[in-house]
């Protein structure tokens, strides 16, 4: 055998082929890793519906369908998954969301976490983010944006995910409170005493319908649907 012989490149006809271009097209052919879920909700249709959705996409496996967070805690660490969906409002649970969300990130670092609720949409995404949440999804939004909102938050570019004019966008959330003019804060403080709108009016010298416009326009910005909300949302948020 002659020493040319040795490092000639192999025929067209071969079985194999080591040209760059084709090592390239076997790379591009190979499938993207199946992504692995949990999802976690107290509502067992809420959790067999989600599950069923992604698994009727492709590249997505619900490895655990759990009803209670202390359970989903144990599995994650005997069967890790990529990313969690969590529910915001446990009420049968020791935790409430914000303290079960640290929970699963400190004892889970790597583990992506999309938090969804029917709540208050600025408040509970507040929380979330503040808690560790990776993305927020309103359950009034459906599940089609799921799938991209998923692979959103394993990609990493971004620190925070939500929907956006139907959309997901990278978002940085901001507390409630803080879309409010100051003028909206001084009227909720004044309704917080017990004033009525009329009061409030005299009080501060404006007519009725400057102090109802900055109620309304308040209560739209803190997603509260009426004056029972607004007396709840008070009671916590501007009490003595």
Sequence with gaps: MTVASCFSSPSRGGDSDDRPGARRH??????PP???????????????GVAAYLESRPGFR?????????????????????????????????WDG??????????HPNLAI??????NLYETQYAAFRAGSNGYLAKQWGMTSLPDMIRGVLNGRDPF???????VRP????HPQALLTTSEVEILRHISQGLSVT??????MRSKKTVSTHKRRAMRKLQLADDLSLALYLREKFAE
């Design 26 to 31: 076997l790379l591009l052919s190979r499938p």
């Design 34 to 48: 199946t992504i692995r879920v949990a999802v976690l909700d107290d509502h067992p249709v809420v959790t067999l």
């Design 62 to 94: 619900v490895v655990h369908r759990e009803t209670s967070a202390r359970s989903l805690l144990e599995k994650l660490s005997h069967s890790p998954c990529d990313v969690a969906l969590i529910d915001f409002y446990l009420p049968q649970e020791p």
């Design 98 to 107: 914000v303290n079960y969300l640290r929970r699963l990130r400190r004892y």
């Design 114 to 119: 999309i938090t969804f609720s029917a709540g």
């Design 161 to 167: 995910l939500s929907v956006v004019e139907g959309k």
């Design 171 to 174: 978002l940085l959330p901001t």
């Design 199 to 204: 009061q409030i009016a005299v009080r501060l």
